[in-house]
């Protein structure tokens, strides 16, 4: 029988969906200094960047840039490592990393380099970039001040610190829906700074971690044994997650919790230490994100995760490089057509109630919006002069 390529094509790509996710990796041949991330966002423009412990690196889905510290270059990055990557509404880059703060003019592809330690810091400290206020500054944690807030030009225009926790690193911090500011400390816990107040308030509980602020303003924080809690801003616990041992890479292991992201309505995915995990809030279930048949694929750390603006999932490892999931992207569906042996598809053409589709000396077939055939016109069954379809055509509603 003789089948188009096209029809083949549909089928291969139909099959490989079922089989698992497609994904794509940017590692060291693709021009990144070395194969891990530590933290991973997108621009205005679509550009991903990668914070690493080796320079920064700009990827626009073809070529990889990494900008690092150019000795005698006072508009170069300050720091090479453990970059905390955030992009404000003008489209610039804050960049906390372990010599204080700068930011990246994406025009000029200048840095300026506003926050820098008077002498180096141990490479273990970690600063932090929170986010950017309703008055357009940018609030950032450096190690040995506390919270210091930057106006639009990066300049020092707030500070306020408390000394018990200014000298620990931070592990995460957010903004909640009220602008107050959520921080995860080494060592000392988790914190809230009340934006009414302007003071730190201990949060009631004692565990520290990467945690997550969900959309009604609760709390995902790791628990004990491999588990999940849903917290209310009471600390009081709402929820419990824990994930199977029959999904865990080896029995009894206990993971850790490297970072937390909400992807859509009630899904959540949780970067650990064995792999990616799918909490579903709704379902009340902790399940692994399996994404490949080569199983140790699956097991690979996921030290960070984001959702782009495609709604595709990146993760960065600790030594496989970036892994992008294209979560959002559409699957080819094989429609069956009247006639297997005449499948060379010359026009194609859709109303408000069906499609149509035109053949190659197949004549047409006709679908409904659930791409069930539900007609088949040549020219044996109607006067359709000939079963060359060329072009398909409305000439009147």
Same mark, same amino acid.
């Given at each position: 029988m003789f089948k188009s390529l096209? =029809?083949?094509?549909?089928a291969v790509l139909w099959q490989a969906s079922q089989a698992q996710i497609a994904s794509a990796l940017v590692t060291v041949d693709d021009?990144?200094?070395?194969?891990?991330?530590w933290t991973i966002t997108q621009d205005k423009?679509?550009?991903?960047?990668?914070? =690493?412990?080796?320079?920064?690196?700009?990827?626009?889905?073809?070529?990889?840039?990494? #900008? $690092?510290?150019?000795?005698?270059?006072?508009?170069?990055?300050?720091?090479n490592c453990r970059h905390d990557v955030y992009v404000d509404n003008a489209n610039?880059?804050?960049?906390?990393? =372990?010599?204080g703060i700068s930011k990246f003019n994406q025009q000029t592809e200048k840095f300026s380099n506003i926050y820098v330690y008077s002498e180096k810091k141990n490479r273990d400290i970690i600063n932090r970039i929170v986010g950017e206020d309703n008055s357009g500054n940018i609030w950032t944690w450096i190690y040995g001040e506390g919270l210091v807030v930057f106006n639009k030009k990066g300049e020092i225009v707030l500070? #306020?610190?408390?000394?018990?926790?200014?000298?620990? $690193?931070?592990? $995460?911090?957010?903004?909640?829906?009220?602008?107050?500011? #959520?921080?995860?400390?080494?060592?000392?816990?988790?914190?809230?700074?009340?934006?009414?107040?302007?003071?730190?308030?201990?949060?009631?509980?004692? !565990?520290?971690?990467s945690f997550c602020i969900t959309s009604d303003?609760?709390?995902?924080?790791?628990?004990?044994?491999?588990?999940?809690?849903? *917290?209310?801003?009471?600390?009081?616990?709402?929820?419990?997650? =824990?994930?199977?041992?029959?999904? *865990?890479?080896?029995?009894?292991?206990?993971?850790?919790?490297?970072?937390?992201?909400?992807?859509?309505?009630?899904?959540y995915y949780i970067g650990t230490t064995d792999g990616i995990f799918i909490l579903n809030l709704q379902e009340k279930s902790?399940? !692994?994100?399996?994404?490949?048949?080569?199983?140790?694929?699956? #097991?690979?750390?996921?030290?960070?995760l984001y959702k782009d603006a495609s709604g595709n999932l990146w993760a960065g490892t600790t030594a496989s490089g970036v892994r992008r999931f294209l979560l959002s992207s559409k699957k080819f569906e094989l429609l069956t057509p009247f006639n297997n042996d005449h499948t060379i598809v010359k026009a194609i053409n859709k109303n408000a109630q069906n499609l149509f589709v035109g053949y190659f000396d197949g004549g047409m077939d006709i679908y409904?919006?659930?791409?069930?055939?539900?007609?088949?016109?040549?020219?044996?069954?109607?006067?359709?002069?000939?079963?060359?379809?060329n072009a398909i055509m409305p000439l009147s509603n």
């Open positions: 096209f =029809t083949i094509l549909l021009g990144m200094p070395i194969n891990s991330a423009n679509g550009v991903m960047w990668f914070g =690493t412990i080796d320079g920064l690196c700009s990827y626009d889905g073809f070529t990889t840039k990494t #900008y $690092k510290t150019i000795i005698g270059d006072s508009t170069s990055i300050s720091e610039n880059l804050w960049v906390a990393h =372990t010599n500070q #306020y610190g408390m000394a018990s926790i200014n000298s620990q $690193k931070c592990i $995460k911090a957010q903004f909640d829906l009220q602008k107050n500011i #959520y921080l995860s400390i080494d060592q000392t816990g988790f914190y809230k700074f009340n934006m009414t107040t302007k003071q730190f308030e201990n949060f009631p509980y004692a !565990r520290i971690g303003n609760k709390f995902l924080v790791p628990g004990l044994q491999n588990e999940i809690l849903l *917290l209310n801003k009471l600390g009081t616990t709402l929820e419990s997650y =824990t994930i199977d041992q029959a999904a *865990l890479s080896k029995p009894d292991i206990l993971l850790y919790f490297n970072t937390i992201i909400a992807y859509s309505g009630n899904e902790i399940k !692994r994100f399996v994404f490949s048949k080569i199983v140790a694929e699956n #097991y690979a750390i996921g030290d960070c409904n919006l659930n791409h069930e055939l539900i007609s088949h016109i040549n020219n044996t069954n109607t006067n359709l002069p000939s079963n060359h379809v």
